[in-house]
Every structure is written in structure tokens, then in C-alpha cells.
């Protein structure tokens, strides 16, 4: 017989493995704090300090659609309350009640799980798809969670605005992004540019000699 989540062999009849049966475990604890977390997560740039953000200040920032799903109807309340759900039926109780705000929602159901994870672990048939989908569900949370990387400096714009007048402005690689474009005028230098552009060794092409 093997684990249902990650197939490893088991030494007696169970659906789940004890590394499985602890990840889901921690997951379970873990996962009604991250969504409270998530709303401090709600703006992009929220817990940065690092010196760029306040270039993109100009304008009221977005709510992240990303963090926003996963707070709603359909993100993790539905994810967890599904699988209580399932495993109600499974051991032949009620369909539980779902009440108050999400917040508690998500608790709830996490709760409850957690309480039955022993027979979770041994006798759920769908142990190994829920272990799965939870630990897919809590590695999400966790990107959203992790803080951006910092954004790059990588020098000066060479643009020649007419007449030698250079451009100048400060480059930044945006996080997550391959292209850097100057806020200023508007140029565009692909990655393959970016270490002479720091090295501060850009020839703008024609102005050789
Ligand atoms: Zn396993
Ligand atoms: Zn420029």
C-alpha cells in the first residue's frame, strides 16, 4: 500500500504517510493566519520600504486581483470548506454550518479538518487529493505573501533627446519584468543592454567618435 498523496510505501493499511499526514497538519494551522496576513498583501508595494516605490507614487496604486481572489468566494474558504465538506459526508455527518465572515469561515473549516486529521490520514479516501490541493493552496499563499524582490538599479538613461542632450534618468529594473523602459522619455533597453548600462559604458548607437 502507498501513500495517496505522494505514493511513498506505507508499513500499515492508511491513505496518507506521516511526512504527508504533518505537511497537511501545519498547513492546516498555518493557513487561517496567511489569510488575515493577506490583507495587509492587499496593494502592491504594501510592507516595501525600499527607495522606488515612492517613484510610482503618483497615482493611487491597484488593489492585487491575485490577493483579492484568493481572499473571496473561491479562493481558500472554498478550497478548505469543500474538503470539510466532503469529509463530513465521508464519515456519514451533516453537511456543516457556514456562518459568520470569512475570516472565521476559513477557520472553521481549517478547524475541522484538523480535529479528524487522524482519520483523515487513515481512512479518507480522498486524503491524497486533499493533501495535494492544501499543500498547492498554501504554496500560492505563500508567494502571494512573499514580499517582491527589490527592484535593480542599473544606471542612467543614454538616450540622446536631440542635440547631446542625454537623458540621464535613473534606471530601474522593475521586479518580475525582463525590459526596462526610462519613466522619463520612454526608452526601452533589453536585458542584453542592462550591464553596460551599469558598467556606465553605454555608447548610444551613432554617437561613436
Ligand atoms: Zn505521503
Ligand atoms: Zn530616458
Given at each position: 500500500?502507498?501513500?495517496?498523496?505522494?505514493?511513498?510505501?506505507?508499513?500499515?493499511?492508511?491513505?496518507?504517510?506521516?511526512?504527508?499526514?504533518?505537511?497537511?497538519?501545519?498547513?492546516?494551522?498555518?493557513?487561517?493566519?496567511?489569510?488575515?496576513?493577506?490583507?495587509?498583501?492587499?496593494?502592491?508595494?504594501?510592507g516595501r520600504s525600499?527607495?522606488?516605490?515612492?517613484?510610482?507614487?503618483?497615482?493611487?496604486?491597484?488593489?492585487?486581483?491575485?490577493?483579492?481572489?484568493?481572499?473571496?468566494?473561491?479562493?481558500?474558504?472554498?478550497?478548505?470548506e469543500s474538503w470539510?465538506?466532503?469529509?463530513?459526508?465521508?464519515?456519514?455527518?451533516?453537511?456543516?454550518?457556514?456562518?459568520?465572515?470569512?475570516?472565521?469561515?476559513?477557520?472553521?473549516?481549517?478547524?475541522?479538518?484538523?480535529?479528524?486529521?487522524?482519520?483523515?490520514?487513515?481512512e479518507f479516501p480522498?486524503?491524497?487529493?486533499?493533501?495535494?490541493?492544501?499543500?498547492?493552496?498554501?504554496?500560492?499563499?505563500?508567494?502571494?505573501?512573499?514580499?517582491?524582490?527589490?527592484?535593480?538599479?542599473?544606471?542612467?538613461?543614454?538616450?540622446?533627446?536631440?542635440?547631446?542632450?542625454?537623458?540621464?534618468?535613473?534606471?530601474?529594473?522593475?521586479?518580475?519584468?525582463?525590459?526596462?523602459?526610462?519613466?522619463?522619455?520612454?526608452?526601452?533597453?533589453?536585458?542584453?543592454?542592462?550591464?553596460?548600462?551599469?558598467?556606465?559604458?553605454?555608447?548610444?548607437?551613432?554617437?561613436?567618435?
Open positions: 500500500m502507498n501513500c495517496t498523496a505522494c505514493t511513498a510505501p506505507l508499513d500499515a493499511p492508511a491513505q496518507l504517510c506521516d511526512g504527508c499526514a504533518h505537511g497537511l497538519d501545519a498547513r492546516l494551522s498555518e493557513l487561517p493566519a496567511q489569510y488575515l496576513l493577506l490583507a495587509t498583501h492587499l496593494r502592491p508595494g504594501a525600499d527607495g522606488p516605490v515612492a517613484l510610482v507614487r503618483e497615482a493611487p496604486l491597484p488593489v492585487r486581483a491575485d490577493v483579492l481572489d484568493m481572499r473571496a468566494a473561491g479562493g481558500m474558504v472554498t478550497t478548505l470539510r465538506d466532503a469529509m463530513q459526508e465521508a464519515r456519514g455527518w451533516g453537511r456543516p454550518a457556514r456562518t459568520g465572515s470569512v475570516e472565521r469561515r476559513v477557520l472553521a473549516a481549517a478547524r475541522g479538518l484538523k480535529m479528524n486529521l487522524d482519520w483523515i490520514a487513515a480522498g486524503a491524497g487529493d486533499m493533501a495535494r490541493e492544501i499543500r498547492h493552496l498554501a504554496g500560492q499563499v505563500r508567494a502571494l505573501l512573499d514580499p517582491a524582490p527589490p527592484t535593480l538599479g542599473v544606471g542612467t538613461c543614454a538616450a540622446d533627446l536631440g542635440q547631446g542632450d542625454i537623458c540621464d534618468a535613473p534606471l530601474r529594473v522593475p521586479a518580475g519584468s525582463a525590459t526596462v523602459r526610462c519613466r522619463r522619455c520612454g526608452t526601452e533597453y533589453p536585458p542584453s543592454s542592462w550591464l553596460t548600462l551599469a558598467t556606465g559604458a553605454w555608447a548610444p548607437a551613432g554617437a561613436a567618435a
